[in-house]
């Protein structure tokens, strides 16, 4: 079983910046991919972003790019998304998710922590 629990959110003016971290735990060696995801208010959960574990490719959102950066920890267990240059409609819930079974972002089995909320104001 794959444990995940998210940390950072919090509320910030547009403009600001917020790191989110996210700590695994359990059963990680067949995981192929670490992604964050959101869900704002009244909208179904999209992606942010995703970073494969075999060779750390990124990938981001149309409006992810050029100002979040998604990093991963192997030897901690931990991933992190660096949001600069933050805007009112980054607000939602954020949701750290860990795949297996797959290959680069493709994946099986899904895994989610609780999230943690970000609130953005103009």
């Known amino acids: 079983q794959v444990h995940l629990k998210e940390s950072g959110g919090g509320s910030v003016q547009a403009g600001g910046s917020l790191r989110l971290s996210c700590a695994a735990s359990?059963?990680?060696?067949?995981?192929?991919?670490l992604g964050w995801y959101r869900q704002a208010p009244g909208q179904e959960r999209e992606l942010v972003a995703v970073?494969?574990?075999?060779?750390?490719?990124?990938k981001y959102s149309l409006s992810a790019e050029g100002r979040f950066t998604i990093s991963r920890d192997s030897t901690k267990n931990m991933v992190y998304l660096q949001m600069n240059n933050l805007k009112p409609e980054d607000t939602g819930v954020y949701y750290c998710?860990?795949?297996?079974?797959?290959?680069?972002?493709?994946?099986?089995?899904?895994?989610w922590g609780q999230g943690t909320q970000v609130t953005v104001s103009s």
């Open positions: 970073i494969t574990t075999d060779d750390d490719r990124t």
């Open positions: 359990g059963s990680l060696s067949s995981i192929n991919a």
């Open positions: 998710n860990a795949g297996e079974g797959g290959s680069g972002w493709w994946t099986e089995i899904d895994h």
